[in-house]
Antibody, heavy 119, light 107 residues
Framework: QVQLVESGGGLVKPGGSLRLSCAASGFIFSDYYMSWIRQAPGKGLEWVSFINTSGDTIYYADSVKGRFTISRDNAKNSLYLQMNSLRAEDTAVYYC????????????WGQGTLVTVSS | EIVLTQSPATLSLSPGERATLSCRASQSVSSYLAWYQQNLGQAPRLLIYDTSNRATGIPARFSGRGSGTDFTLTISSLEPEDFAVYFCQQRSNWPPTFGGGTKVEIK
């Protein structure tokens, strides 16, 4: 069955860095767009970043542009999010989510990994 | 960016009742609207995409309609597992955006 499993979250001080990973299985990873979407505690959903199937088209939300970097390794069926210069407002559960090729709704989601930015 | 406004914020209903949830866009999103269900402590689950297409495995009691700026998700007869938070999402314009959510709670 389809699985997306995030890892790498944790507690980090403001200004620090974290690298999130998302391991995919049960579907042809290289055929799907991938995104990171976050949810602050008790809040709604916020799209963070997008990467296309080959990795040569990437977009970021303005709130993270210049600080976060998305990447993927299709050979390893994995998605990544390098997060630098973290701020308190980046505290959230981070989900990786897939979209069918050419679409931008999210058909598969991971269980999420919590990132807490606090001193 | 396109702002999606969901109403009501909370809907209090009993099992077996009909639920009607609204999502209004700040500008036209054509038919590019999706709905997700999120249970407490879980990831969102895709219910409906492109206004009215049910995702794989989604029961027929879930239906969506609308176009342009006004959209509706209807749950024809609430089952116990349907009490959750529902989000709409548009993919018409960058960036993709989500509504603030409607919580369907047991009355």
């Amino acid at each position: 069955q389809v699985q997306l499993v995030e890892s790498g979250g944790g507690l980090v001080k403001p200004g620090g860095s974290l690298r999130l990973s998302c391991a995919a299985s049960g579907f042809i990873f290289s055929d799907y767009y991938m995104s990171w979407i976050r949810q602050a505690p008790g809040k709604g959903l916020e799209w963070v970043s997008f990467i296309n199937t080959s990795g040569d088209t990437i977009y970021y939300a303005d709130s993270v542009k210049g600080r976060f970097t998305i990447s993927r390794d299709n050979a390893k069926n994995s998605l990544y999010l390098q997060m630098n210069s973290l701020r308190a407002e980046d505290t959230a559960v981070y989900y990786c989510a897939s979209s069918p090729f050419g679409e931008l709704f999210y058909n598969y989601w991971g269980q999420g990994t919590l990132v807490t930015v606090s001193s | 960016e396109i702002v999606l406004t969901q109403s009501p914020a909370t809907l209090s209903l009993s099992p077996g009742e009909r639920a009607t949830l609204s999502c209004r866009a700040s500008q036209s999103v054509s038919s590019y609207l999706a709905w997700y269900q999120q249970n407490l402590g879980q990831a969102p689950r895709l219910l409906i995409y492109d206004t009215s297409n049910r995702a794989t495995g989604i029961p027929a009691r879930f239906s969506g309609r609308g176009s342009g700026t006004d959209f509706t998700l209807t749950i024809s007869s609430l089952e116990p597992e349907d009490f959750a938070v529902y989000f709409c999402q548009q993919r018409s314009n960058w960036p993709p955006t989500f509504g603030g959510g409607t919580k369907v709670e047991i009355k």
